[in-house]
Nanobody, 124 residues
Framework: QVQLVESGGGLVQAGGSLRLSCAAS????????VGWFRQAPGKERDFVVS????????YYADSVKGRFTISRDNAKNTVFLQMNTLKPEDTAVYYC?????????????????WGQGTQVTVSS
């Protein structure tokens, strides 16, 4: 079993930056790929980025390439999402998710554990 807790969301102006954290507990996290997804109001949840275990491979959605960076500190069971050059269309609830396998994935159904989400709001 893995519990995930996101933090770091907030309100930021367009062009600004935020750093999200996903803190995990549970032994299986040590072999888990982790992904970030987001859901804007009235829209479906979309893939943002995923990182493998132990962190050599990453997979980004085209919409965030070059602006967002995912990383993980395995000693601290934490995954980070550095978000730069934020745009109003990045406004959403951001969810951290972990899957039982080590390979990154952009598919929601492949993730077994989810956090409660953290709100990111980008004003224009």
């Amino acid at each position: 079993q893995v519990q995930l807790v996101e933090s770091g969301g907030g309100l930021v102006q367009a062009g600004g930056s935020l750093r999200l954290s996903c803190a995990a507990s549970g032994r299986t996290f040590s072999t888990s790929a982790v992904g970030w997804f987001r859901q804007a109001p009235g829209k479906e949840r979309d893939f943002v980025v995923s990182i493998s275990w132990p962190g050599r491979r990453t997979y980004y959605a085209d919409s965030v390439k070059g602006r967002f960076t995912i990383s993980r500190d395995n000693a601290k069971n934490t995954v980070f999402l550095q978000m730069n050059t934020l745009k109003p269309e990045d406004t959403a609830v951001y969810y951290c998710a972990a899957r039982k396998g080590p390979d990154p994935s952009n598919e929601e159904y492949e993730y077994d554990y989810w956090g409660q989400g953290t709100q990111v709001t980008v004003s224009s």
